[in-house]
């Protein structure tokens, strides 16, 4: 059974941080893909940020050049760091892990970037 728990949420003001991490219970090398998604209210879920099994990443336009996605196989652990926040940022960010054919999902953390 995989589980993934996401961390590092909160309410920051437009132009902060935050470093999102979700920690996954097996080796996250097994993983094809990690990636973040998230959900605003009355929106769709985006996709926001991937990173494959050897390290090529993918961002939506809406984060290119403030977000970075990272993982330390290591700690078998995914990052999403987040600069220049804006209130349109606010969403609950969710942790997705794709292994052959399946979707893990995490619980979800909530982000609120205030103006």
């Known amino acids: 059974q995989v589980q993934l728990v996401e961390s590092g949420g909160g309410l920051v003001q437009a132009g902060g941080s935050l470093r999102l991490s979700c920690a996954a219970s097996?080796?996250?090398?097994?993983?094809?893909?990690m990636a973040w998604y998230r959900q605003a209210p009355g929106k769709q879920r985006e996709l926001v940020a991937g990173?494959?099994?050897?390290?090529?990443?993918n961002y939506a336009d809406s984060v290119k050049g403030r977000f970075t996605i990272s993982r330390d196989n290591a700690k078998n652990t995914v990052y999403l760091q987040m600069n220049s926040l804006k209130p349109e940022d606010t969403a609950v960010y969710y942790c997705n892990a794709i292994r052959n054919v399946v979707d893990y999902w995490g619980q979800g953390t909530q982000v609120t970037v205030s103006s």
């Open positions: 097996g080796r996250i090398f097994s993983f094809n893909t």
């Open positions: 990173i494959t099994r050897v390290g090529s990443t």
